[in-house]
């Protein structure tokens, strides 16, 4: 199975700062045919359910701010949010659906300092 | 628009099974894949399987093999989870997940509209 882990567990920033959030897989989620990385970042807010945010890794769902972006390719990514927003507040969470189990990292924790 | 209404809330005892039904409207349900996940109280995600509502094909988490069932009732556009065998460890949110993209697309595999939430409590 490939196992998602994401860091850190909790982060605090100030809002209009940056905020960066990390995810591994363990082993490589790029799909050489199509040069694709098979990652997705959700948002959840309390008593809410996940809120696509971005996926292929990069590619940000329709409707999500400019603000959310991701990057990386093979086993490590980064979820950036450039200007952090009082409504950022949420858990947010990868996933890699290259493989069944699709598995989920833990989830981060975003605050506000 | 897309939505996904599941069953409500459950409450049942250890050793007992649980069905939870997620009832689709607005698309072709035939065409778009659903995943189940599930979240225990102020934890993470945990992903539960697929069913393709086309052939009734699934692919489960191996936690869950021999214990969950996943079926789809394409008449009524209603897909099912029931777990069996029910422990404390059990009680959770289950959601259900529908594909971004129809099986022709490269977008099947992304969890994209998700159903509210079904609260599912096992306790004696």
């Known amino acids: 199975d490939i196992v998602m882990t994401q860091s850190p567990d909790s982060l605090a920033v100030s809002l209009g700062e940056r905020a960066t959030i990390n995810c591994k897989s363990s082993?490589?989620?790029?799909?050489?045919?199509?040069?694709?990385?098979?990652l997705a970042w959700y948002q959840q807010k309390p008593g809410q359910p996940p809120k696509l945010l971005i996926y292929?890794?990069?590619t940000r769902e329709s409707g999500v701010p400019d603000r959310f972006s991701g990057s990386g390719s093979g086993t490590d990514f980064t979820l950036t949010i450039s200007s952090l927003q009082a409504e950022d507040v949420a858990v947010y969470f990868c996933?890699?659906?290259?493989?069944?189990?699709?598995?989920f990292g833990q989830g981060t924790r975003l605050e506000i300092k | 628009q897309v939505q996904l209404v599941q069953s409500g809330a459950e409450v049942k005892k250890p050793g007992a099974s649980v069905k939870v039904s997620c009832k689709a409207s607005?698309?072709?349900?035939?065409?778009?894949?659903i995943n189940w996940v599930r979240q225990a109280t102020g934890q993470g995600l945990e992903w539960m399987g697929w069913?393709?509502?086309?052939?009734?094909?699934?692919g489960l988490a191996q936690n869950f093999q021999g214990r969950v069932t996943m079926t789809r009732d394409t008449s009524i556009s209603t897909a099912y989870m029931e777990l069996s065998s029910l422990r404390s460890e059990d009680t959770a949110v289950y959601y259900c997940?529908?594909?971004?993209?129809?099986?022709?697309?490269?977008?099947?595999?992304?969890?994209?509209?998700w159903g509210q939430g079904t609260l599912v409590t096992v306790s004696s």
């Open positions: 997940a529908r594909s971004k993209g129809d099986y022709s697309s490269i977008w099947y595999a992304i969890p994209e509209s």
């Open positions: 607005g698309y072709t349900f035939t065409n778009y894949e």
């Open positions: 069913i393709n509502p086309n052939s009734g094909d699934t």
């Open positions: 082993q490589s989620i790029l799909y050489r045919s199509d040069n694709k990385n098979y």
């Open positions: 292929w890794a990069s």
């Open positions: 996933q890699q659906y290259y493989a069944t189990p699709r598995g």
